[in-house]
């Protein structure tokens, strides 16, 4: 049986606890391996291996430092099959989605590691003679990371790259789901000269590793991806603590289609961004709002192509839905189906949990389509994580848009519509943090800032640029070369 142990100070560690967990495959049931199931004492480790290798790390160039997330990038390159095939064992998403994923962190390393030769700075005319002004981002330091399953090397990425080439040293706790892709992402950065320390993977619970980490004084800030709830507990606990703390969390993201949109093209958009990942991105489409004119031609389209999405293993190429992450989920997706019926919902697809043919030894969800759905519905205001999704009829985009912004989350959002006027309104109106026009709600570039508005965030972003400002502390520096003391606002007054 495969064993996953801690990595810290650049050693592969069992953990104080000695004691390890079942890692199993969501479509099959299999017992992948074990992983270790660490304890408070180990965070102190990985802590103090962190602040060492920090002092040192700080200290070398930028561009230096980005030369490891070339041979980062480099290493993905060579490993994206088998990274990819990790992924879809662990957590279920189809093959070809898991291959999109390792390329968005072979993508971000090339990115950030060209970040090492900018790392831009101001710098501005001081207002007095003979006087410098400048401004550069220095590293905040060590920084917690606490991750979820249904990205688990995409989301680790956006947050390891950027803070590593801005000269942090990370303390990271995976989603207890994925462990064994957050053990090989490590292996990587190992095989690609990492200096000891500055990466240390401690796998346990989110209540012991996940609040060990949060609670540490010298954790200086926290980077946090995954739900709503747990967030804001984080956020509490944190806060407290004056650190840092970056939240991405939920959606309920809603495709829009206007009467005069290409409705095929709208298809192919929410079928991809409700049914892929089995539903399970933080960005999947679970509301579609549609214009009344052309709602009964877009449940028949729609109804047509969810009878041929495949169901099963991802790991057989010719699957479109894989399973969802485990049995707690399924049944979960289950209640909220038996809500939405009693809330009033007409269900037009799916609905159940699948067993036939051998599917009852993962946790398989039907795709499913409600129809008839209400703004205020639970099932058009919680987050459901499965593959269900609603529509929503409206008579405007003016109603659309109302809609749209009725939820208490803000990821993605997306509208097809031919007329630009309509789409430049929509563009402005969306209350996300991302907005596509004529394509689904998934499908961020890793170089524009990623997160969202209201309950998903709490204002930071995640990879682009953007991501260097949670990493990165600003210093303002001022030379002055005048031989005199000169009073800024009274002098020059
Ligand atoms: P989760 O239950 O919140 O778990 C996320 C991480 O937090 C896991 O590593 C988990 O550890 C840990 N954790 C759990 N309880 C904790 C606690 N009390 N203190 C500290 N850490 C704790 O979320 P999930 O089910 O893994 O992921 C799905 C959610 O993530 C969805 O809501 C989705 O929308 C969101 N998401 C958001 C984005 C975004 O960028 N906006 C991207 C992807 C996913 P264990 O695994 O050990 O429980
Ligand atoms: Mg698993």
Same mark, same amino acid.
Do not use: N, Y
């Given at each position: 049986m495969k064993r996953y142990l801690n990595y810290i100070n650049g050693e592969w560690v069992e953990s104080s606890s000695k004691k390890y967990a079942a890692n199993t495959n969501p479509?099959?049931?299999?017992?992948?391996g074990e992983v270790a199931q660490s304890t408070q004492e180990d965070v102190e480790r990985a802590v103090q291996a962190a602040k060492a290798a920090q002092k040192s790390w700080r200290l070398v160039p930028a561009p230096e430092r980005a030369e490891v997330l070339y041979r980062v990038a480099q290493l993905l390159k060579e490993r994206k099959e088998e990274l990819a095939q990790t992924i879809t064992k662990e957590m279920g998403k189809v093959i070809e989605e898991a291959r999109g994923e390792v390329q968005e962190a072979i993508d971000m390393a090339y990115y950030m590691a060209g970040e090492g030769r900018r790392l831009v700075g101001e710098t501005v005319p001081s207002e007095l003679r003979n006087k410098f002004a400048m401004s550069i981002r220095v590293p905040v330091g060590i920084a917690g990371f606490i991750t979820p399953w249904n990205f688990p090397i995409a989301i680790a990425s956006w947050k390891s790259l950027p803070a590593l080439v801005a000269g942090n040293a990370i303390v990271w706790k995976p989603a207890s789901e994925t462990p064994f892709i957050a053990a090989e992402f490590v292996r990587v950065y190992e095989d690609a000269g #990492?200096?000891?320390?500055l990466i240390n993977l401690v796998f346990g619970s989110g209540s012991v590793v996940g609040n060990a980490i949060v609670d540490h004084?010298?954790?200086?800030l926290i980077s946090f991806t995954g739900s709503n709830e747990v967030g804001k507990q984080i956020n509490e606990r944190a806060g407290g603590l004056l650190k840092r703390t970056s939240l991405e969390m939920g959606g309920k993201n809603a495709v829009t289609v206007l009467e005069d949109a290409d409705l095929d093209l709208a298809v192919d958009g929410i079928i991809w961004s409700a049914y892929g990942t089995s539903g399970q991105?933080?960005?999947?489409?679970?509301?579609i709002i549609v214009h009344e004119a052309v709602k009964e031609e877009l449940e028949t389209k729609l109804l047509a192509r969810i009878a041929q999405l495949r169901v099963g293993?991802? #790991?057989?190429?010719?699957?479109d839905v894989g399973p969802v992450i485990n049995r707690s989920s399924l049944e979960k997706i289950a209640q909220y189906v038996h809500i939405g019926v009693e809330e009033g919902a007409k269900l037009l697809a799916g609905g159940e949990i699948l067993t036939e043919n051998g599917l009852d030894k993962g946790n398989f969800f039907a795709p499913t389509l409600f129809t008839?759905?209400?703004?205020?519905?639970r099932i058009a205001q919680?987050?459901?994580?499965?593959p269900v999704a609603s529509i929503i009829p409206v008579k405007s985009l003016e109603e659309a848009i109302e809609v749209n912004n009725s939820v208490a989350f803000g990821l993605s959002s997306s509208i097809f519509t031919q007329d630009i006027n309509k789409a430049f309104a929509a563009m402005r109106d969306l209350d996300t943090g991302i907005v596509y026009v004529n394509a689904g709600t998934t499908g961020a570039e890793i170089h524009l800032p990623f997160g969202g508005t209201k309950g998903t965030g709490n204002g930071h972003r995640d990879s682009?640029?953007?991501a260097l400002d949670v990493f990165t502390e600003w210093k303002s520096i001022y030379v002055d070369y005048s031989g005199k003391l000169q009073r800024a606002q009274i002098d020059n007054n």
């Open positions: 479509a099959t049931g299999e017992v992948l #990492l200096p000891k320390g004084p010298e954790i200086d991105r933080c960005t999947a489409c679970s509301r293993d991802g #790991l057989d190429e010719s699957i008839d759905v209400t703004a205020d519905m919680e987050e459901i994580f499965g682009g640029v953007a």
